[in-house]
Nanobody, 124 residues
Framework: EVQLVESGGGLVQPGGSLRLSCAAS????????MSWIRQAPGKGPEWVSF????????AYKDSVKGRFTISRDNAKNTLYLQMNSLQPEDTAMYYC?????????????????WGQGTQVTVSS
């Protein structure tokens, strides 16, 4: 059974930092590209970041570029998202997701490919 379990979210003040983790199991993690997806209250999901299966290629949504860093540790079956200089507009549920073969790296995968999410709230 494929499982993706996000953690590390919480309440942080503007300008603060959080590191999200995604523990993967039930599949060969190191052979799959992964993405981070987020969904703000009342909004649709949006793609945030991508990392290739081996970690050698990454991509970011323009609004987070330079502030967020995606990484992975395939030996630990774990995906990370380091988030710095957080702003209120970053408030959302954050999900890690497998990237389905043949899809664009900037696309939002079906929710079938997401974990359960972790809440990030940026507020004073």
């Amino acid at each position: 059974e494929v499982q993706l379990v996000e953690s590390g979210g919480g309440l942080v003040q503007p300008g603060g930092s959080l590191r999200l983790s995604c523990a993967a199991s039930g599949f060969t993690f190191g052979t799959y590209d992964m993405s981070w997806i987020r969904q703000a209250p009342g909004k649709g999901p949006e793609w945030v970041s991508f990392i290739s299966s081996g970690g050698g290629s990454t991509a970011y949504k323009d609004s987070v570029k330079g502030r967020f860093t995606i990484s992975r540790d395939n030996a630990k079956n774990t995906l990370y998202l380091q988030m710095n200089s957080l702003q209120p507009e970053d408030t959302a549920m954050y999900y890690c997701a497998k990237r389905p073969t043949g899809t664009r790296i900037t696309s939002v995968p079906s929710q079938d490919y997401w974990g359960q999410g972790t809440q990030v709230t940026v507020s004073s």
